[in-house]
């Protein structure tokens, strides 16, 4: 087994024990990416020069007695991430020489912790998109098979996990961005609490809608990089007062007589027949682990889509504006098809006579659709459905029917409309052996129990350990 | 709904040719008919949300603090002069 297949939290055993160094982690996570990249195109930018350095920092503190959460542990950003010094293109011809002279707060955050960057992920341009295709610097390919699509927009980030060239690594949720991606690797991706992980120096693409969370390849390992992105941050108004939780102290209590709902919305039409299958198996593991399953029932799911698609493209219209190549970055005629068909549908529906038609309707549904989680969180105290209606696609299936993909999102919409938290944790394969996987959804800031929850499905199933045939 | 794509690539400050206008035009109008399922929800009693979270009036402290310097600032411009940013003249 090669270093960079473990997981965060058998690294730091191995570092604190000195089986191995950061260097040598690292270096076994940059080899990976040197023979799988230019397969699967999970990276825009390798940074292998400051990675070796970090990790020889790194090295020179683990031997100082230093003790920090991931102290030498090898991630990758998504390249919508802003990393001073270090090239930051949202995959989009617009900031293709684009240099940051600022950290994200998450980017400071996870140095601080002593993360070692090897580097920034492919994504779908301005994270527009459910299959990775809409990169300007061509589309990632799912690693179980590379004729199908990884799911988007955080494509790279997902693969890179996925096929071991790093041990975590971070992504943006606006409507399902970590979530379709994690299932369509096999990997654990959460999308958390509108505000509870600060946005600040990360591209924003729907300034209501936009999470900041992260893929790894357990569920322990989502809780131990949560706790250290998630807080307030003066230079984010929306970030919420957090204070410090232990996310480890109920990771193993089980999931006995926790009241789990199955909405039934989520669940009837449209649903590939091997996805109901896989999913039915998941409720039963819940309901043998001891899980209380109900039915419930979210009236409003139907519209997610509809309100999605008017109250996103608004906010990525108004801020794309800023994009003009002058101060920096290339002008307006760099913006590829999906960015200028977001950027139009909502200069529409916010231009006058139309605003209170499509905007201001769609922000009154909002409210409905959240609504509809409250009363649900009454009765039970999480939500269990599919990621997706359907197993990854193949590349260039939905691409030239940009509505169709967007219906990729119908499961997965309704969560940022409430800004919930959802976890995404692996359930299985198709026949063909693609990756599928669930969500669980908790009221807002209820991330502990998903972790909960989370954990007790991994450690019964344990789909996570399966790894995509590399060649 | 039929939507006037010149007219809105003039306000989205984009530039289009015909055979983007043609596209786009069959693309977006698919798109609007979708939302348009809309307007079969009752919303006259309900109110908008915009802000999901419930908070209100954030405030940081009036401190200042270091920002970037001047050259920083200007880094990834293409056009500058004597520290400034430099643009095409707006005014006649």
């Not at chain 1, 998109?129 to 990884?150: H, I, L, Q, R, Y």
């Not at chain 1, 600040?200 to 936009?210: F, H, Q, R």
């Not at chain 1, 649903?271 to 819940?286: H, S």
């Not at chain 1, 007790?456 to 045939?469: A, D, R, V």
Request: proline share 4%.
């Amino acid at each position: 087994m090669n270093l960079n297949q473990l997981t965060i939290k058998e690294a730091r055993e191995g570092l604190r024990n000195k089986q191995f160094s950061s260097v040598d982690l690292t270096r076994d996570c940059l080899t990976q990416i040197k023979k799988h990249n230019s397969a699967l195109n999970a990276f825009i930018s390798v940074t292998e020069e400051e990675a070796l350095m970090s990790a020889k920092k790194a090295d020179k503190s683990i031997e100082d007695g230093t003790s920090l959460p991931l102290l030498g542990i090898p991630i990758a950003l998504k390249d919508l991430f802003s990393t001073k010094g270090i090239k930051t293109t949202a995959a989009s011809n617009v900031l293709r020489d684009y240099i940051p002279q600022y950290d994200a707060t998450v980017v400071r955050k996870l140095k601080d912790a002593g993360a070692v960057i090897v580097g920034k992920t492919n994504l779908d341009a301005w994270a527009h998109g459910s299959s990775g295709e809409n990169s300007d610097f061509g589309p990632t390919k799912n690693p179980w098979n590379k004729n199908f699509v990884p799911g988007g927009s955080s494509s790279g980030s997902a693969v890179s996990v996925a096929s071991d060239m790093c041990l975590a690594a971070t992504g943006t949720d606006t409507g399902g961005s970590i979530r379709l991606p994690s299932s369509f690797n096999n990997v654990v991706g959460l999308k958390p609490t509108y505000g509870r992980v600060s946005r600040y120096g990360i591209i924003a693409m729907a300034s209501s809608l936009d999470s900041i969370g992260h893929f790894t390849k357990t569920v322990e390992d989502c809780a131990t990089i949560f706790n250290i992105t998630k807080g307030e941050d003066i230079y984010d108004a929306t970030t919420l007062p957090d204070a410090t939780e232990d996310f480890y102290k109920n990771l193993n209590k089980g999931v006995k007589r926790i009241r789990i709902g199955i909405p039934k919305e989520f669940v009837v039409s449209g649903l590939d027949p091997e996805v109901k299958l896989l999913f039915e198996k998941a409720v039963n593991t819940f309901a043998n682990l001891g899980a209380e399953i109900t039915e419930v029932s979210l009236p409003y799911t139907k519209y997610g889509i509809a309100a999605y698609y008017i109250i996103q493209p608004s906010e990525v219209s108004s801020n794309l504006a800023r994009y003009d190549g002058i101060r920096y970055g290339n002008g307006r005629e760099s913006f590829g098809d999906e960015a200028k068909r977001r950027i139009m549908l909502g200069t529409f529906t916010l231009s006058s006579g139309y605003y209170d038609a499509y905007y201001k309707k769609a922000m009154s549904v909002r409210t409905l659709i959240k609504n509809d989680f409250d009363k649900a969180f009454e009765k039970v105290e999480a939500l269990i459905s599919p990621v997706c209606p359907t197993y990854p696609w193949k590349l260039g299936e939905k691409i030239n029917d940009p509505l169709k993909m967007y219906l990729s999102d119908a499961l997965t919409v309704t969560v940022n409309i409430a800004g919930i938290p959802s976890l995404s944790v692996p359930a299985g394969f198709s026949k063909d052996k693609l990756p599928f996987g669930i969500q669980i959804m908790g009221k807002q800031l209820s991330e502990d129990l998903l972790f909960q929850i989370g954990n007790s499905f991994e450690k019964e199933t344990n789909y996570y350990k399966q790894k995509p045939l590399l060649r | 709904m039929k939507i006037d794509v010149p007219h809105v690539a003039i306000l989205a400050n984009l530039k289009l040719d015909n055979k983007d206008i043609v596209k786009f035009e069959k693309q977006l109008s698919e798109i609007l008919n979708y939302v348009e399922k809309l307007k079969e929800v009752n919303t006259e009693k309900v109110d908008a949300t915009s802000q999901v979270t419930g908070l209100e009036n954030i405030l940081r402290k009036d401190e200042t603090s270091t920002s970037l310097t001047q050259e920083e600032a200007l880094s990834n411009t293409k056009s500058q002069k004597n520290g400034l940013l430099k643009v095409k003249a707006i005014l006649e």
